[in-house]
């Protein structure tokens, strides 16, 4: 599966001033308490958002399993496309027609569907009895105003993927911890392999570890302030333009993903920022095929903060609010997300569980899992904003331009930044 703000370059503008229809429903499954699960009954429909062909039939399985555990519950499954469900579930929940109960949700959508009441609060319900068993960056994807809207089914983020050999061949012994060590590595390994040492990806969901590094964001719901523009952001775009200067390959703005995945995995760089959903694609290429041990992990370089940070990602699933039966919806998304459950869908999908109990010896016999393990370690949630998927359109727009260096690092942020005061109602340009 692939991430990153192509995703979120196909959100338009949120509209604030949408009333949710779900959120007028109580739902008929809250009017009566059912004693126990095993009396609770009835239909509900599940949207399902992973691969149709690599994924979905760990996901049917698992469907089967939660029905024949509650007998009286029947599942109506869907494989929905990850590219539509968004546009999808919002006109579904804003009509109040065609919704499904239980919806796998990407985490960087949590707030905006929480502030237009189109998903339920969980907590105190079936669907969170345990919340300790899960490792906190997924967690805190749940969150919105002090309350949780999801239960974490899968995770990633992005880390350092490296080849080993060409590490080797320039006499690097260690990944680099920094930015600056990063670009004096790829000075090295362009010296003495005649490879660049990167990849640029200009999608700026790749952008957000250089953010988070120097202590930047997008903007401050606490003071209400838009940041993108502030001097730590202004440093850490300043390193990217740097990096994409001095240490990559020519990037094809038109089809920057693939093409960057065709150089890291024909060897032709050393060094990409990419997450788990790349490792499928690239042990087939010439670097790392049949030697899959050449496929370093390591997690991203650190700004002048000194703590390496990326964006969490992943998915969490979440109930409609109009639900007709919330109860069997809460129960599903427990069991979905149950350790047990955890472990057959990174096993069989080589996914990475937001569980630590999940973490067992067979499921961490997946090298990317057991590479990603420790690099979670450096996950943190984007800012829960509804309209976060919005903001990565202008900034996305903006930093094309500072690459290709048609407008200064400041110039361009600070374009993007008035471009968020538009999205943003209410707050400032810092």
């Known amino acids: 599966m692939r991430r990153g703000i192509s995703i979120a370059a196909a959100v338009t503008a949120i509209a604030l001033g949408a009333t949710a229809c779900g959120g007028s429903h109580s739902g008929s499954g809250t009017s009566s308490k059912p004693k126990s699960a095993g009396d609770i009954s009835g239909t509900i429909t599940y949207w ?42 919002k006109s579904a929940a804003k009509t109040g027609k065609g919704a499904p109960d239980v919806i796998r949700t990407d985490v960087g959508l949590i707030p905006e569907y929480a502030s237009l009441h189109y998903i339920a609060p969980l907590d105190g319900t079936a669907a969170l009895q345990d919340t300790s068993d899960f490792t906190q960056g997924p967690l805190n994807t ?25 590490f080797k061949k320039a006499g690097i012994t260690a990944p680099p911890t920094t930015w600056d060590e990063f670009i004096a590595d790829s000075k090295k390994i362009k010296a003495k392999t005649g490879v660049p040492g990167t990849y640029v990806n200009p999608d700026t969901y790749f952008l ?13 719901p606490a003071t209400k302030k838009i940041t993108i523009n ?11 333009k740097k990096i994409y200067d001095t240490s990559s390959a020519k990037v094809d703005f038109a089809s920057s993903y693939d093409n960057m995945q065709t150089t890291f995995k024909d060897g032709k760089v050393a060094m990409l920022i990419q997450g788990p959903w790349s490792v499928s694609d690239d042990i087939t290429g010439s670097a790392f095929k049949g030697n899959e041990a050449n496929l370093g992990y390591a997690a991203v370089p650190a700004g002048s903060t000194g703590k390496a940070q990326s964006p969490t990602g992943g998915h969490d699933l979440t109930v409609y609010q109009g639900s007709a039966n919330l109860p069997a919806s809460y129960l599903l998304a427990a069991f979905m997300t149950n350790s047990a459950s955890q472990q057959t869908i990174a096993k069989e999908t080589g996914t990475l569980p937001t569980r630590t109990s999940a973490y067992t010896p067979e499921v961490t016999t997946d090298n990317k899992i057991a590479g990603f393990k420790s690099i979670m370690d450096t996950a943190r949630p984007r800012v829960a904003l509804p309209q976060v998927g919005s903001l990565f359109v202008p900034l996305q727009q903006q930093y094309v331009k500072i690459l290709q260096g048609d407008v200064s690092v400041q110039a361009g942020l600070d374009a993007a930044a008035k471009q968020f005061a538009q999205l943003l109602p209410g707050y400032s340009i810092g």
């Open 142 to 166: 749940t969150k919105y105003e002090g309350k949780t809207y999801g239960v974490p089914s899968v995770t990633d983020t992005l880390g350092l993927l490296y080849n080993k050999a060409l």
């Open 208 to 220: 957000m570890p250089l953010l988070f590094g120097e202590g930047a964001d997008l903007a401050d």
């Open 48 to 89: 399902d958002t992973s691969d149709a062909s690599t994924e979905a039939p760990t996901y049917k399985a698992l469907i089967k399993k939660f029905e024949a555990k509650y007998p009286k519950i029947k599942v109506n499954y869907q494989n929905v496309d990850f590219g539509s469900v968004e546009q999808k579930f």
């Open 230 to 240: 502030d001097a730590a952001a202004v440093k850490a775009v300043t390193t990217a």
